[in-house]
């Protein structure tokens, strides 16, 4: 953390409230720990305002007969959130969230990136939920989200829905529905709510090959982006990988123009980042996450910032 503060950053994001390095997500987050996680985070003189994570929602998103109960625990873990003081959750509604095809693939002068290709996926085998429909995914979504929103309502959590990474149709089987800006302006539709909004995060919104500047405006303009992953790729939904943040497709100048359009003023971080010469390299856990491309990516931003708000600084968690 005092790295983070030497950088100039205002705050983290969190993740969730376990009680041991390798424990289990709990079924219910309480009220003492999310405490203990933010007061943990501010006695450095930083924020903890996200959490980027979510209760165990399995049976949720299958739409098992026992979701209630998940629904229930994620309830009142949305309450112990409010009442602890974080006002963000950055949550996915995928049964097969995240996925690349290759996990260290030579970028930039031989740094390290993540990948996709389709090509490689496509015979993949079902996973263990056979094959689930798009309808599917959108009935229980709405089931949740209608159930939820009072509660987020009353605790002033705002609920912030990351898209489909990668924004595919259907990946082993199980349809990715929210890969689309008409998939996003269903969601704040369905229900309208100040806590019903989007993790806008410019990788998958790339992916998905539209303009960026004009999508953060569009959702923007209608306060339904709550969080941002400032980030950027080469390619499209079926073959893209990752890259430093001022080697890839998006005008990131115009991107952070918009942003100060909207009077954004919500947690903006990185996301993925290189793996750099003499970082340390990927061994088993989520790349993207290495000290030296952050530290880079950090940089990068600020310089944004600072061309498009003068010294006036936009909040960024990282």
Excluded at 72 to 79: A, G, L, P, Q, V
Excluded at 164 to 185: C, K, M, Q, Y
Excluded at 294 to 299: F, H, T, V, W
């Amino acid at each position: 953390m005092p790295c983070l503060k030497q950088l100039g950053v205002s705050g983290i994001v969190g993740g969730p409230p376990i009680t041991s390095p390798n424990g289990p997500v709990p079924e219910i987050w309480e009220f003492l720990p999310l405490l203990h996680c933010r007061k943990l985070v501010e006695d450095r003189g930083l924020k903890l305002k996200v959490i980027e994570a979510r209760p165990p929602m399995d049976k949720i998103k299958l739409g098992s007969q026992d979701r209630d109960k998940q629904i229930e625990n994620f309830c009142k873990s949305i309450r112990n959130m409010g009442a602890a003081g974080i006002h963000i959750l950055c949550y996915d509604f995928s049964l097969l969230p995240w996925t690349r095809t290759s996990l260290a693939k030579p970028t930039r002068g031989g740094a390290l990136v993540t990948a996709f290709d389709y090509e490689l996926m496509k015979d993949a085998p079902l996973t263990e939920y056979g094959t689930i429909s798009e309808e599917r995914i959108w009935d229980n979504w709405e089931y949740f989200i209608k159930k939820v929103i009072p509660v987020a309502e009353e605790a002033k959590v705002k609920l912030a829905l990351h898209p489909d990474d990668p924004p595919i149709p259907s990946l082993r089987g199980i349809a990715r529905p929210f890969r689309s800006v008409e998939a996003f302006r269903r969601v704040i539709e369905t229900v309208d709510s100040d806590y019903n909004g989007l993790t806008f995060c410019q990788g998958c919104f790339a992916e998905m090959g539209v303009n960026i500047p004009e999508t953060i405006r569009y959702f923007g303009k209608r306060e339904k982006i709550f969080f941002v992953h400032f980030r950027d790729i080469r390619g499209n939904a079926y073959k893209f990988e990752e890259t430093f943040h001022d080697d890839g497709q998006t005008d990131m100048l115009e991107a952070m123009k918009a942003y100060k359009e909207i009077d954004f003023d919500d947690p903006l971080r990185p996301d993925h980042v290189p793996t750099m010469e003499g970082d340390e390299r990927y061994t088993g856990g989520t790349p993207g996450y290495t000290m030296l491309g952050r530290i880079y990516a950090i940089g990068y931003i600020k310089g944004l910032m600072e061309a498009v708000y003068g010294k006036q600084a936009l909040k960024q968690d990282c």
